[in-house]
């Protein structure tokens, strides 16, 4: 019966905050502190996107600076990079999206690049 009511706590937890169950990976540290949480929370509350990865954070230099970011092209399924940038600090985060071509891809690529610009 606790098994039961912890899963049920889970499920309701998970209806509430979705985007935290978007995130997944091996890295999940994003860089620019509390602004790039921002960033990648606005970004996986697209009804399109499933699944936001991290990747290894990527240093030339010495960190700080604005934090800006873009979403760049879609593969062949569909799915997308965001990529981070703080000062000389970069991090590519991969967006799964639902779609299945290139071409909606790159719709939701131009519709998160807008959400972006005008958060940034």
């Keep these: 019966m606790t098994k039961m009511t912890e899963n ?4 309701q937890e998970n209806a509430q905050n979705p985007s935290k169950n ?5 890295h999940t540290t994003v860089i620019g502190g509390r602004s790039g949480k921002k960033l990648i929370k606005l970004v996986s ?26 979403v760049l092209r879609a593969d062949a399924r569909g ?7 703080e000062g000389r600090s970069f991090q590519e985060i991969r967006l799964v999206t639902t779609v299945g071509t290139a071409e909606e891809g790159d719709r939701i690529m131009n ?4 959400i972006l610009k005008n958060a940034l």
């Design 22 to 26: 978007k995130l997944g990976g091996t």
């Design 111 to 114: 519709e998160l690049n807008e």
């Design 45 to 70: 509350q697209h009804p399109e996107i499933k699944k936001v990865i991290p990747s290894v954070i990527s240093v030339k230099g010495v960190a700080g600076g604005k934090l800006a970011g873009k």
């Design 8 to 11: 049920k706590d889970s499920l």
């Design 79 to 85: 799915n997308l990079r965001l990529l981070l940038s």
